[in-house]
């Protein structure tokens, strides 16, 4: 397992950007699959968008699909989440994930798949 610490969550005003970072500590980072899920009240947690261990295949939620980014530097130990034309329905906590198995082929969209999480950052998009 691996530690997780978001940042970069804050309020903006619709159409705008953020990026999110995701820190992760241990070196099982580079054979993990990542993935970002956000959750608003009285919601299930959702899946955003997921990343495989090397970089080379991502997914995404088709909700996000072409306004948001996933990427990882595996050398930092860090995924992010470039989030653009952003929408007031993006406002939710987002959270960052850790598959529970080493240099899985696939990705998993379901948060059964993930177990490590981190704390959670808020985004507030104003409309």
Request: hydrophobic share 35%.
């Amino acid at each position: 397992q691996v530690q997780l610490v978001e940042s970069g969550g804050g309020l903006v005003q619709a159409g705008g950007s953020l990026r999110l970072s995701c820190a992760a500590s241990g070196r099982a980072f580079s054979m993990l699959v990542m993935g970002w899920f956000r959750q608003t009240p009285g919601k299930e947690r959702e899946f955003v968008a997921a990343i495989n261990w090397s970089g080379s295949n991502t997914y995404y939620a088709d909700s996000v699909k072409g306004r948001f980014t996933i990427s990882r530097d595996n050398g930092k130990n860090t995924v992010y989440l470039q989030m653009s034309s952003l929408k007031a329905e993006d406002t939710a906590i987002y959270y960052c994930a850790s598959d529970r198995l080493a240099l899985r082929r696939v990705i998993l969209t379901t948060t059964s798949g993930y177990n490590s999480w981190g704390q959670g950052t808020q985004v507030t998009v104003s409309s």
